[in-house]
């Protein structure tokens, strides 16, 4: 281990992962240091589905640099990217209509959109209930990634073949700026030296800096999901997105008939309490991923998601997601939550501390669409590439 690098990263998920990617393109001396044994943060606990379509028209220009960037190193090295493409299903006209404007602004931007009859979303989604789609509007380009697996095969193609440093079980306990650099240390007194360290802590406020973190707007979501046994001849591809995932996503709230819809719906609906929308995604094994739920609590307060599952948020979401596809089997596997870290008045926490330590993290449900573009040009910033 050689302890003097051009730039230390501090936290092994995706958005970690991704800008010690862009560092390495610029042909920088890279270390990515991880406090666990692998990264197990919200980078393995969600759906694996990479869905720019879904965010607003900044974070999608990230989103789609990030569609790029996923297949150009699938097209060097497997890390479980499958080009299915995504689709959003509405269940009534509302939602229809929000469907047509998305394609309206997506056109404009030049990002290739189709609207689907009820007949093709009926033959390209087996098991889709005859009563729900009304239409669907589907977007080629898209992709998905198994959670799991992903961020091990691409750190293992950064230190294969672009010589990162990747050392794990080293958890950062403070940074400290000497002689115009860094100095990184552990729980364990070790130490690394960089020019530059960023800092891609999730949700973990407590270690480093955590009076920053204590006065921040920042929030953490609990989500819950769960996982299908693998279903046997049955074939679902790609992202499937419902009509609450119509009414929830960024993107459509550009849309001009949103706020009018949104006015409409019912406050009290257990959806609203517990922040439900239906998401559908089949796994490598067959298996359908399901979910998911979003609950809050502010950074300061992640205790109070509590450390258990809510079963009546998974009933209900079983239910909710039998009305939409007869699957040949519901028998769950497994069950969990993930949490993520989001800003309350902004898309992504950045700050910089004593001009070569820079802090980002909080980019909320954004992290396995967003981060390889956003990273791409953070990492041109902080190096004035």
């Known amino acids: 281990m050689n302890n003097k690098y051009d730039v230390i990263i501090v936290g092994g998920g995706v958005l970690g992962t991704f800008h010690a990617y862009h560092a390495l393109k610029l042909g920088l001396k890279v270390c990515l240091v991880e406090k666990d044994a692998f990264p197990k943060g919200a980078t393995t606990q969600n759906f694996g589905q990479v869905v720019p379509s879904g965010m607003n028209v900044k974070w999608q220009k990230f989103g ?78 898209e992709v998905t990634v198994e ?101 929830r996503y960024e993107a459509f709230a550009e849309c001009p008939s949103y706020h009018a819809i949104k006015a409409n719906e019912p406050e009290d609906s257990l959806q609203k309490k517990w922040g439900v929308h239906i998401l559908f995604k089949q796994a490598f094994d067959g298996s359908v991923i399901l979910g998911d739920s979003h609950q809050y609590a502010d ?34 596997q497994h069950r969990w939550y993930g949490m993520y870290s989001q800003c309350k008045t902004k898309d992504i926490f950045n700050t910089t501390i004593d001009k ?15 981060s390889a573009g956003y990273s791409k040009k953070n990492i041109s910033k902080i190096f004035n590439a």
Request: net charge negative.
């Open 64 to 141: 789609r640099e990030s569609l790029q960037i996923y297949k150009e190193i699938q097209s060097l090295f497997d890390i479980t990217v499958r080009q299915h493409g995504t689709v959003y299903l509405a269940s009534n006209e509302e939602e229809e209509q929000l469907l047509v404007e998305l394609r309206a602004i997506n056109s404009n931007n030049d990002y290739c959109s189709k609207m689907l009859t009820p007949t093709e979303c009926f033959n390209q989604y087996p098991g889709l209930q005859a009563n729900y789609a009304k239409a669907g509007l589907y977007f080629p380009e």
């Open 147 to 247: 959670p799991r697996t992903m961020i091990h095969r691409l750190q293992q193609y950064l230190v294969d073949y672009m010589n990162l440093e990747l050392i794990t079980n080293f958890s950062v306990t403070y940074c400290e700026s000497i002689n115009g650099g860094v100095e990184v240390h552990n729980s364990k007194h070790h130490k690394l030296v960089a020019e530059k360290v960023i800092v891609c802590n999730g949700n973990d406020f407590k270690t480093l800096y955590p009076e920053i973190f204590e006065t921040s707007d920042l929030e953490v979501s609990k989500l819950q999901m769960m996982q299908t046994k693998p279903q046997e001849n049955y074939l679902l591809k790609g992202s499937v997105l419902t009509g609450w995932s119509i009414r």
């Open 299 to 332: 950074a300061n307060r992640i205790d109070d998601l509590g450390f258990d599952l809510d079963m009546d948020i998974d009933n209900f979401m079983l239910q909710e997601a039998k009305k939409i596809f007869q699957l040949p089997n519901y028998d769950i």
């Open 356 to 370: 070569n330590i820079h802090i980002v993290t909080s980019i909320g449900g954004k992290g396995m669409t967003g």
